[in-house]
């Protein structure tokens, strides 16, 4: 069974607005969750929030499909009527109309509340006539009766052990149209739905209608007054009972004296007036001794389970004269015989605590949240009301008991909210100026990536006029750059590669140079050790190769140079024969001790011979 009422988290927007007319705090507000949830437990289905909601995210259990598909059976169908109607449908001119509209329905039977008021108006007036020292409550609104039963569950024996109007008139309806019959209930009150669940047998009803889901169901199977013939409430008639709606009503249907000198009966009604009294009647009973008749609504005229923003003075207005209008050529005989027939039915209840009251807070836990939202040295007991709570101190003690967050109070919330935007403030001030710095690095970036372009291409354009030639190796052997020379050296092969791919960057070098001359780069990346001045042939001609790593296991570079060039070979002579004079002018050095001037003659010979060289044009 779904909760009496429940709250679609996908509309709601958090205003708080059923915490602060929740009366139980049966509505809680948890950390990281962005919509209100109703507890069933707590609940006590007087239906407050499903009124104030600006967003319409609360609804009630609907049994409008539960209803049809009752009157869908072979058995007796029943309708009992809450007498509100005529408080609630003003806008059909004669009850008649109206009792034909739901007969129309698939009724076969519509019966007034207002007999079973009758009948339990007189049983109250037996049970306060017969005062043994017990004060009492009465239990003609559920609501009452569920607020006792989770919340002040030491009050329970002072219940008035009787059923409320609705559950009697179903009583008499089975007594008259047998225990096969199919009973719903139409009234004002979205707490009779779980009350009519609480009694079986000659007391079942089996749906509960509100008048609202009642005009629903005119609207669905488009009936209208002006299309039907009258038709009366099918016997027995209420009397005064149609007085029910108005909270001093059922004393009045039992002529109940309500005077304030030498009356015994207080009668309250609303949320605020109802908290009190039962608050007040558990604590000062003994002084004020009086039994109270109680109504959590205005009256059940009143109830959620009426049309939004109705009139409550108009609907009183309008019950009064319909009562009035009943009892001009009432059969006050047949009224009468009609009571005695029903009598003795057994209109008696017992009440069962549910207690869900959660235990108090420690003083410490209490104090603690107080210090959270700034009260700590305040007056705890005042509050502005805007979290839903009457003082900090029971918004704090809710926030304990895990009900609501911290955040639902509007101090804390505005306190942060400033916070908020000093914090912010700061923060894009740092921002504008980390985007300043940001601008500055990336023009400083690109002055630089372009100066980086620039240099590139400068040694990429050198590399390409060097008559030596220079390649550069991944790991993997690969070229990933690659002059024209040294294209050249390798031959026609690789000047052809070189036109679909220009410096042949990509390319493997196994198969462009000799095992042995590949496997001299291989041992360089294993061993990173560098190769200077290897003297290797490729077919015709003599290479003098140096390998060397430029970042370990990762890059290596090689220069091939054409030993047969003339400008290689008159370099390389040159090189070479300045090697052979700086060795042997060590060992001559040595020598010169031993053999005198022979040193000088030898060192004269040799430059004479490299000055030759020099100006010498051809090899």
């Known amino acids: 069974m779904n909760p009496i009422v429940q709250i679609l988290k996908d509309k709601c927007n958090l205003s708080y607005s059923c ?18 949830h109703i507890i069933p437990e707590r609940c ?36 009992i009527v809450a007498p509100s109607i005529s408080g609630e449908f003003h806008d059909i001119t004669d009850y008649r109309k109206f009792v034909q509209m739901i007969k129309h329905l698939g009724f076969d039977y519509v019966n007034e509340v207002s007999f079973g008021a009758d009948i339990i108006a007189l049983k109250y007036a037996e049970l306060f006539k017969n005062f043994k020292g017990k004060y009492y409550i009465s239990t003609a609104c559920p609501v009452v009766v569920q607020n006792i039963q989770k919340f002040q569950p030491e009050l329970l024996g002072n219940l008035a052990p009787l059923v409320s109007p609705m559950i009697a008139t179903a009583k008499i309806a089975k007594n008259l149209y047998g225990n096969d019959s199919k009973i719903i209930y139409i009234g004002p009150c979205i707490e009779s739905k779980n009350e009519a669940l609480l009694f079986d047998e000659d007391s079942k009803i089996d749906s509960v209608l509100t008048f609202q889901e009642l005009r629903e169901l005119f609207t669905e199977f488009d009936i209208h007054e002006s299309t039907l013939e009258f038709s009366e409430f099918d016997a027995p008639i209420g009397y005064k009972g149609s007085l029910f709606p108005i909270s001093n009503g059922l004393l009045q249907a039992a002529d109940i004296s309500e005077s304030l000198l030498d009356g015994n009966v207080i009668t309250a009604e609303g949320k605020s007036n109802i908290l ?41 207005t309008r019950v009064a004269n319909y009562a009035n209008k009943r009892l001009e050529n009432f059969d006050l005989d047949k009224w009468e015989k009609e009571v005695a027939k029903f009598w003795n039915l057994d209109y008696t209840r017992t009440f069962t605590a549910d207690d869900q009251r ?7 836990k209490i104090q603690e949240i107080l210090k959270a939202i700034g009260k700590e040295d305040k007056d705890t007991d005042l509050g502005c009301n805007a979290c839903g709570y009457n003082t900090c101190r029971e918004f704090a003690i809710a926030v304990a008991k895990g009900l609501a967050k911290i955040d639902m109070c509007l101090t804390f919330s ?46 990429s354009s050198m590399l390409q006029k060097l008559p030596s030639g220079l390649v550069i190796l991944d790991k993997n052997l690969k070229i990933v750059q690659s002059n024209n020379s040294f294209i050249e050296m390798l031959g026609e092969e690789a000047k052809a590669i070189d036109e679909v791919i220009p410096g042949l960057v990509g390319a493997d070098m196994k198969t462009l140079l000799p095992f042995n001359i590949y496997n001299l780069f291989s041992n360089v990346f294993s061993t990173s050790n560098n190769i200077l001045n ?41 090189k070479r024969v300045t090697d052979v004079i700086d060795k042997n002018l060590t060992m001559v050095q040595k020598i010169g001790f031993l053999l005198g001037e022979g040193a000088s003659e030898t060192e004269q010979m040799l430059n004479s011979i490299i000055e030759l060289y020099k100006m010498h044009k051809k090899d």
Do not use: W
């Not at 915490?19 to 209100?36: F, H, S």
């Not at 400033?418 to 980390?434: C, F, P, R, S, V």
């Open 534 to 574: 290897r003297d290797i042939h490729i077919e015709d001609k003599l290479l003098n190769l140096s390998i060397f790593i430029i970042r370990k296991n990762k890059i290596a570079g090689a220069v091939f140079r054409d030993m047969y060039s003339p400008e290689v070979r008159r370099e390389e002579v040159i």
């Open 414 to 459: 505005l306190r942060n909210r400033h916070d908020y935007i000093k914090a912010l403030k700061n923060t894009n001030e740092k921002l504008a100026q980390t985007q300043k710095a940001l601008k500055d690095s990336e023009n400083l970036a690109q002055k630089e990536k372009e100066a980086a372009q620039e240099a590139s291409d400068t040694v």
């Open 44 to 79: 006590i289905g007087c239906g407050a929030c499903t009124s104030v909601c600006p967003e319409d995210a609360i609804v009630y259990r609907d049994s409008k499909q539960e209803a049809k598909r009752i009157l869908k059976t072979k058995e007796k169908k029943i309708a």
């Open 19 to 36: 915490v602060r007319v929740c009366p139980v705090n049966a509505i809680e507000v948890k950390v990281n969750v962005n919509y209100a």
């Open 358 to 364: 959660i235990k108090a807070p420690t003083e410490e």
């Open 276 to 316: 009190n009294a039962t608050k007040q009647f558990h604590s000062d009973i003994e002084t004020i001794k009086k039994h109270f008749n109680l109504y959590f609504c205005e009256g059940c005229l009143m109830g959620p389970g009426t049309t939004k923003g109705g009139e409550k003075y108009i609907r009183h």
